[in-house]
């Protein structure tokens, strides 16, 4: 009548499996692995190899390391499916490259790192990895500060198939990425940003006829933060297919090259220039730029409203535009209004630090009707008035960002029925306004996302971080029909009596925030000077 008691009694093969596991788990041995070790069925064998391989796609570093260890065909298959590596490029790395490389066979995507502390690969090391990865597609050296252009020309000799190269805090020079390139006939993307090397003389030894003829196929090209920035000019000026040019914090004078680029390559398609010496007659070289559809101007303070007027009347398909002003006044009405009459195809347009008035504002809110994506940030001339006329007359606008304007509630009330197409409203720094704002849009704009801080306007001293100011992030649900038809009908300018209802509802909004317009914006002025750096483009994530 009595039962047995039970107890859980482990299995062998289970043990035995566990001790293997564990004593694997940090090593890539072939001598540790072995299937025999295992019994019981393997489930993984009916799996063909392509299938384990797409598996091993979506998992993560750290499980990809552990699954490869569990049996020598794991571990082949996932030797095999490595298409990108990230490797410590200490000195170290070339009594492995062997082995390495040999399980890695098929690397596409290679990253070599080295932190200051450690001594780097050097030439012969690069030279080593360029022999056992000659389908390399992608690199990106960082602090190889060994590394000299002999290595790099030999990784250019060996990797004729590199599509892209990123090279960044190495002592070579231009000289070192010319080597590199002159032999990658394919090559399509260069990034370049801080290197060491300064070599005199480079502009001329480099000249334009050796820069054509290992730049054919570059169809991008970033520099950024070099001193001997004007090395590459050639470069740039040689590279007839080329589509986007970056140049960020480079030392220099860049008129005429910009001058020459739209001579000689009409087809750029994104020019990024910041903190770089430009003027007005560089803007008239990009403005030969026809095909031209994203501009940045951050921190130019010698381009001006004639400048940006070139562009705006000759660059027709022009669809994103970011300007930082800088506090300089030289960018004003008179280029955003040539902007809204020549770019009716506009699409972004990001001011930071400018003095736009409603005259220009108004223009670009009218003329600019395909605007989707629309950024004012530390604009001190932006108020009520002209917010409550980009709602007003933005009809095809999805996401607006205010940013460290003197606007109240007032003008952001505006959106209960203005921009019918809006899903997401982003303000940030904006003293009078309140969350109150919140709760009276959530009642009638269920469907706009709101992200909204309560940080004062003392928070601008704050790093320019995200996760500085502490957010309130509101997405309400999809508005229902009958919500939908009350906004139509409140848009529709169909008699004069809804014109009234429209201003008496105005009225009533401007006596129910009002007492909030009183507030002042005005911190003072070495605040704001000292806080233009802090401002964020980011404004559409």
Known sequence: MGQSPSSAVSSPDRNRREIFLNTNRFG??????????ITGRDYTSDIPDECLAGIFQFLGSTDRKSCSVVCRRWLRVDGESRHRLSLNAQAEVLDFVPSLFARFDSVTKLALRCDRRSTSINDDALILISLRCKSLVRLKLRGCREVTEIGMAGLGKNCKNLKKLSCGSCTFGAKGVYAAIDHCTVL??????RLRGVEDGVTELMGPAVASSSSSSLKSICLKELVNGQSFAPLIIGSKKLRTLKLIRCLGDWDMTLEMVGKLNSGLVEIHLEK??????????????????TLHLVKTPEC???????????????KKLHIDGWRTNRIGD????????????LQELVLIAMYPTSLSLAAIASSCQSLERFA????????????????AKCVALKKL??????????GIAAFASGCPNLVKLKVRKCRNVTGEVVEWLRERRSSLAFNFDRSEVEALDSSGSEGGAQESTIAFPLIDTTQVTLVDDIDAPSSSN??????????????KFGFLAGRSFVPCALRRWANIDNISTGNFS
Do not use: H, W
């Open 28 to 37: 890539y041995g072939d001598a540790d692995i072995s299937d025999d070790s």
């Open 376 to 391: 004012l940030c530390g604009i001190t001339t932006v108020g009520d008035a002209e917010i409550e006329c980009i709602a």
């Open 334 to 345: 008179d280029g955003l209004v040539s902007i809204a009459k020549q770019c009716p195809n």
């Open 188 to 193: 399509e993307e260069l990034s370049v940003k």
């Open 401 to 410: 960002c205010i940013k460290g304007c003197p606007v109240s509630n007032v």
């Open 498 to 511: 809804n014109n009234n209802n429209n201003n008496n509802r105005f009225s009533m909004l401007r006596t």
């Open 276 to 293: 770089v010496q430009v003027s007005d007659m560089g803007l008239a070289g990009i403005s030969k730029c026809l095909s031209l559809e």
């Open 304 to 318: 001006s409203d004639l400048g940006v007027s070139d562009v705006a009347e000759r660059c027709k398909m022009l």
